[in-house]
């Protein structure tokens, strides 16, 4: 029977044509089954992206198995889809793995509509101070930092790997908003959360979760990738318990976090109908968790790669911050005004980190339009943000880190259109105003009091980076100087 299965696929190889619909962007041509999957190099399909916009265009077509999906190419495409026509381009796949697994509920994999547009109010309003009891974020931030900087002077004079060290910062503020308390960097609590959040990620990312994506009625059956849900259920049962607890000590009225402002959310709104509830708040805290933990360390970490190998840049940061923090202990997110060749610089890393290159994939939620082409309702769109942030013609300098691409000629700070790493549109990132203070107060405040070195032994810097879920650089080592003892 396995070699009848085997004779049955390739008959499809043969027989089956894939047709575009009518009107639909160009692509290369897909195989039955496979699609176009063999045509990109699944370590990183990046640059096979670049070649196809070259050959088809800005907006081109690829089956991933057999569904067809358009990317997006550029800043004049991308945005005439997220932000003209908004509406019509913020819905979120439901046939893919992701979508499975968070079943539609939550924010990030959510269809566009009510459940969605309220749960991502409620959280930008609570983000934004409206309700996170006493401290604000920035404090909350600023008291991650301090921790950062004690683990740093551990090694000054010396060197240090900072992944677990970003990774545990970045995930302890995500924790402190939602959470309520942040976990010592060796707390078993927290190391197994974040461990098994690596695990799922790289199931998700691995062979067996591609084989769900493109052979659907394979989906059904007991096979690997079935860890993956459980994986997932793992991580969902962790942050029940949290909830539990949260449940137990509350005081109504008094939320000490977005977890006891949702409780309270849920007595508000109790009355039928209303789209808050238990479930829906399990989902929006690991969204929350997932989505605000690799992509500020893996942007932290590429920023001091680009920092390390460029000591100009950085003594020129160094010495702006000194003269603007003269006489004052810790720096606020409102000294970013006073800072444009700070602001530059971190822009600038960002830019280069690219830390989320394909966004995350939309689906049209009509039949819709682009350019002369026609895409019908539930077309899967990948917005490629990596040929924004890289687009020649749109920066003075694409392709190297050079903070001249956010400076005028008089040296103001100024951000061009094409920077969207956080995408544009009603999807745009929620995070984004958290992680753009994440990223001032920390690398403000790290090199301020640090000058961080390229290790002697540390070889060949490399800058290529990692893809995945997010990218990130490869391992490196920080080395870590005290500022003050190179003054004494
Ligand atoms: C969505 C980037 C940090 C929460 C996104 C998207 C991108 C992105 C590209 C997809 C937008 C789209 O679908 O068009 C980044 C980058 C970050 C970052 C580069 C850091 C440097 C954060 C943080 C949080 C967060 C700290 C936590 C609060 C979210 C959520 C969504 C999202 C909830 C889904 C929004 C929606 O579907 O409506 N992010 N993000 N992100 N991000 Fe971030």
């Not at 924010?107 to 459940?115: C, L, T």
């Not at 991650?144 to 970045?170: K, N, R, W, Y």
């Not at 995945?468 to 500022?483: E, H, M």
């Amino acid at each position: 029977s396995v070699v009848l299965l085997w004779l049955f696929i390739l008959l499809l190889f043969f027989f089956i044509r894939v047709r575009r619909p009518k009107n639909f962007p160009p692509g290369p041509r897909p195989l039955p089954i496979l699609g176009n999957l063999l045509q990109l190099d699944p370590a990183n399909p990046l640059k096979d992206l670049e070649r196809l916009k070259r050959r088809y265009g800005n907006v081109f077509s690829l089956y991933i198995g057999s569904r067809p999906a358009v990317v997006l190419n550029g800043l004049e495409v991308v945005r005439e889809a997220l932000v003209t026509r908004a509406a019509e381009y913020a819905g979120r796949p439901t046939h893919m793995m992701a979508s499975h697994i968070f079943k539609g509920k939550g924010i990030i994999m959510a269809n566009y509509g009510s459940s969605w547009r309220d749960h991502r109010r409620f959280a930008l309003t609570t983000l934004r101070n409206f309700g996170l009891g006493k401290r604000s974020m920035e404090e909350r931030i600023l008291e991650e930092v301090s921790h950062i900087c004690t683990e740093l002077e551990s090694s000054a004079g010396s060197s240090m790997d900072p992944q677990h060290l970003f990774h545990l910062a970045a995930s302890n503020i995500i924790c402190s908003l939602i959470f309520g308390e942040r976990f010592e960097y060796d707390d078993p609590v927290i190391l197994t959360l974040i461990q098994r959040l690596d695990e799922f990620l790289k199931e998700a990312l691995g062979p067996w979760a591609m084989l769900y994506e493109i052979i659907p009625v394979l989906r059904p059956l007991p096979l690997p990738f079935r860890n993956v849900f459980h994986k997932f259920d793992q991580i969902k049962e962790h942050i029940k318990k949290v909830v539990t607890k949260h449940k137990n000590s509350r005081v109504a009225g008094e939320p000490r976090d977005l977890l006891d402002c949702y409780l309270d959310q849920i007595d508000k709104t109790a009355e039928e109908g209303s789209t808050f509830n238990d479930t829906q708040m399990v989902s929006l805290l690991l969204d929350l968790f997932l989505a605000g933990t690799d992509t500020t360390s893996n942007t932290l970490r590429s920023a001091m790669l680009h920092l390390m190998t460029n000591q100009h840049v950085q003594d020129r940061c160094h010495r702006e911050i000194a003269e603007v923090l003269e006489g004052r202990a810790d720096a606020s997110f409102e000294d970013r005004h006073a800072m444009p060749y700070v602001q530059a610089t971190i822009h600038e890393a960002q830019r280069m980190s690219d830390t989320v290159p394909l966004s995350v994939f939309h689906t049209t939620c009509s039949d819709t339009q682009l350019h002369s082409y026609q895409l019908p309702q539930g077309t899967t769109v990948i917005p490629n943000l990596s040929s924004v942030l890289h687009e020649e013609g749109q920066w003075k300098f694409p392709h190297e880190f050079n903070p001249e691409n956010f400076l005028n000629e008089v040296g103001e700070f100024v951000k061009p259109e094409a920077f969207l790493p956080f995408s544009a549109g009603p999807r745009v990132c929620l995070g984004e105003g958290l992680a753009r203070m994440e990223l001032f107060l920390v690398l403000v405040t790290l090199l301020r009091r640090f000058r961080f070195v390229w290790p002697e032994d540390g070889g060949v810097p490399d800058f290529s980076l990692i893809f995945g879920g997010t990218q990130s650089p490869k391992p490196y080592r920080l080395g870590v100087r005290l500022r003050s003892s190179e003054r004494g």
